[in-house]
């Protein structure tokens, strides 16, 4: 996939899910989801028991980073990855609609990136929407930091001034070409 022919909507998206490895529906490599996955999970750092959410979860590969006791659930818009998801992570939960109720954790790896049918506002509502509603001990968002301008582009002070602005001490962390952010209670 070429990035230049990203379109971001459901079925787009849904399209993607037929690529025939994982990370390449999002135009990654495997080196940098994995990356991604093992400094995210690093940061929620999930105890036995608890409940995480990984909002936009695309194919679900976040949780093959996660202990089985962890109670995972993958939220998409795009009824093709979620398909794909529920394939390859059988015994996992998946769903096309936010789940209701309140999370340990929650995981926002990437679907903050695209600029079709986004923006950095609706960005910054949505985490706020997911902190308020969801109550999470800890969240982790991965914001693209790198130069390609046909993604929205995330800066650290623009990062910072965001959370600092929804009352968050964040914590920012590199990841490859992302801004991971990190909040906790």
């Known amino acids: 996939m070429i990035l230049a022919d990203v379109v971001n909507t459901p079925e ?12 390449e529906a999002c135009g990654w490599s495997y080196e940098g989801q ?15 028991g608890e409940s995480l959410l990984d909002w936009g979860c695309g194919t679900g590969d976040l949780v093959e980073s996660l202990s089985e006791t962890v109670d995972y659930v993958g939220f998409d818009t795009a009824d093709g ?3 794909r998801a529920r394939r390859d992570h ?3 939960r998946f769903a096309t609609r936010e789940p209701h109720g309140h999370y340990d954790l ?8 695209l600029p079709d049918h986004w923006s950095k506002l609706r ?3 949505t985490l706020r929407h997911l902190w308020d509603t ?10 693209y930091a790198g130069d390609d301008d046909r993604c929205l582009i995330y800066t650290e002070p623009e990062v910072r001034g965001a959370a600092y602005a929804l009352t968050w001490n964040p914590e920012i962390l590199r990841v490859r070409n992302d801004l991971m952010l990190v909040v906790r209670r």
């Open 12 to 23: 787009a998206w849904s399209e993607r899910a037929r690529c025939e490895e994982p990370w």
């Open 34 to 48: 994995f990356d991604r996955h093992e400094a995210a999970v690093e940061a929620l750092d999930p105890k036995p």
């Open 81 to 83: 990855m979620i398909d």
């Open 90 to 92: 059988p015994g996992r």
């Open 106 to 113: 929650i995981a926002c790896i990437g679907p903050f990136n």
């Open 123 to 125: 960005t910054w509502h």
């Open 134 to 143: 969801k109550a999470p001990r800890a969240l982790v968002a991965s914001l």
